[in-house]
Structures are given as C-alpha cells and as structure tokens.
C-alpha cells in the first residue's frame, strides 16, 4: 500500500477523496484520472518528492503502488 | 539599460556558433543565468570565455549533450535540474543544415535532419515544460525558418523539418498555455552564420538578391527577436511564428 504523502498528492492532484485511492485505482480507470490530470499528478510528485522523473516512468506510472515504486527508484 | 532577463534560467541549445551564440551574448548583458548547450564542451569554449570576460558577473555554465539523442536529452535535463531546479527559458536553437535534390537524399540524411531540427524540439520541449511549471510558467523559443515557411528547391528535408517546428509550436502554445508556458517560433531567412557560409558563391548572391531590404541578416538581429519573445515584453504574445528575414522573397 502507499504511504500518506503519496495518497494526499493523488488526491489533490485528481480532486478526490483519499478513501478512494485504493490498490485497484489505475490511469484512466475513473473519469478525474485523465491526461491532464496525470501530468498535473507528475507535477506534484516532482515538486513534492524533488525529483524529475524520466518519460517512461511517467508513461508507465498507471496505479498508485506502481507511482510509489518509481518514487523510490530516484531516492536511492 | 534595463535589463530584461534578470535572475531567468535560460538554457540555449546550439550555442556555440551562430545564432545560439549571439543569443548567449545577449542574453548575458541581459543578467539571465545562463545553460549553455552543444554536443561537446569544447565547442563551448569561446563563448563561454567572451561571456565570463564581458560579463564577469554573469553566472553561465555549460550542459553538453546531443539534442537528437532522446538518451542524452533525459541525461542533460536531470543535469540541468540538479543544477537550476527550474528553468524560465528553452531556446531550441540546435540544428543543421544539409541541402540535396530530392533525387539524392538519403535516408540517413532524412533521419539525422530530423533527429536534429525537428525531434530535438520535442524532446526538450517536454522535460523543459515540466522544469517550468515549476516556477508557474516560462517561454519556449523554436528556430524554424524561411525555408519551413516558404519552400525552397534543394530544401525538401531542411524545409519539412523546419516546417514540422512551426506544427510543433502551434500545438504546444495550445497545450502549455494553461500552464503559462508561452511557445513561440522565430523563422530566420537569410542570416550570416557559419551554417550559410558553407554556400556556393552564386547560391550565396542568389539569396541575397532575393531580400527586399538588400543586405543579409546578422545573428545579433535574430537574437533581438528571442530576447523579445524570452522576456516579460512579450507576457501576452504565445503561437506566434516571427519571421526575421528583411522582407526575403524566395
């Protein structure tokens, strides 16, 4: 599962509710999780975490837990 | 003189000759914190040296990679933001000239023009759009020219790549826009560069007889353009193509 800061940043950056992240959550599954609102979501794990994900990642970041395992490829 | 450019992060590709260069220069009596780019650091050198010793105080630093590489674009952004963090300026500068009738283009030749003129905007067009919604907006600034505008025998592959970088800036001043990323382009025609100077002589009175104004352009009249386009003077100003080429007919 992912840890808080992740969950808050998928919130904020889809407009909803933490309760609705969820291991089963993945790109383009609800309407809120769209192109836009994933590079709005790249955004804030950018600026939140301080890193500067490559391409792939951001094309292959489609869940939460997928997102939190690229998260911890670039704090080694 | 007011300076124009004051604490912006600017990274220039293609500055070590030409057009990149004399926007380097400008730019630094401008006050921007400068990110030089080329393929290899050496071809940076004598910029870099004049900057330092026109403008002690300017800060300018040199990120080496080729922009037709999409491996070593990804590796000199992750460069650029350890360095910067944020970026206010991309100049997508870098580019090559390689003229042939269409009977003996190669597929090569095809490939390495577009990978250089064309691809090479996109490439840092997206890492440079992340770095600067960072700092809630920025400019892009693309070299197309004349020839992508207008045609030319001898130019179907330079034309269509510069061509393909007007398509590219039209598009992502639409995209980036929400974001307060400015994206404009700068169409040069006939400009003394060493890129031009590799013109036969009577191509060379060709093109020039064809310029309304009656001279050739100087790389500092394309590099006033960009400084327009980089700067707040042109806070409102996003999809534009700006043609710097003396009323050149072809």
Redesign the interface.
Same mark, same amino acid.
């Given at each position: 599962m992912i840890d808080n800061k992740l969950k808050t940043i998928f919130a904020t950056a889809l407009g909803i509710d933490e309760a609705a992240i969820s291991d089963e959550l993945t790109y383009g599954s609800i309407p809120e999780w769209d192109s836009t609102a994933h590079m709005m979501l790249?955004?804030e794990i950018?600026?939140q975490y #301080?890193i500067?994900l #490559?391409?792939d990642d951001i094309i292959d970041m489609s869940s939460p837990a997928k997102a939190q395992t690229i998260i911890a490829k670039y704090q080694d | 003189m007011e300076k124009l450019l004051s604490k912006k992060k600017v990274l220039i590709t293609g500055a070590g000759s030409g057009i990149g260069a004399a926007t380097a220069r400008l730019f630094a009596a401008h006050g921007a914190e400068l990110y030089l780019n080329a393929r290899d650091e050496l071809s940076l050198a004598e910029v870099v040296a004049q900057i330092q010793h026109d403008f002690p105080e300017s800060n300018c630093e040199v990120i080496a990679f080729d922009v037709s590489d999409p491996d070593a674009v990804k590796a000199g952004f992750q460069t650029l933001f350890k360095k910067a963090k944020s970026l206010d300026v991309l100049v997508n500068n870098a580019g090559i000239l390689d003229d042939a009738l269409i009977g003996m283009v190669s597929a090569k030749q095809v490939e390495r023009t577009f990978a250089s003129n064309s691809f090479s905007v996109l490439y840092c067009s997206q890492y440079a759009s992340r770095l600067m919604q960072r700092s809630g907006g920025g400019s892009i600034i693309n070299l197309s020219s004349i020839i992508g505008r207008v045609g030319n025998q001898g130019q179907a592959v330079y034309g269509g790549s510069k061509a393909a970088v007007i398509g590219i800036t039209l598009s992502l001043a639409k995209e980036l826009a929400a974001a307060q990323i400015r994206v404009n382009a700068v169409a040069p025609g006939f400009i003394e560069t060493p890129m031009t100077e590799q013109l036969p002589a009577e191509k060379y009175q060709q093109r020039l007889d064809s310029i309304a104004m009656g001279h050739i352009g100087k790389a500092t009249d394309v590099a006033n353009s960009i400084l327009f386009l980089a700067s707040d003077m042109s806070a409102y100003v996003t999809g534009q193509v700006l043609g710097v080429d003396g009323g050149m007919l072809i």
């Open positions: 790249v955004a950018e600026s #301080d500067m #490559d391409t | -």
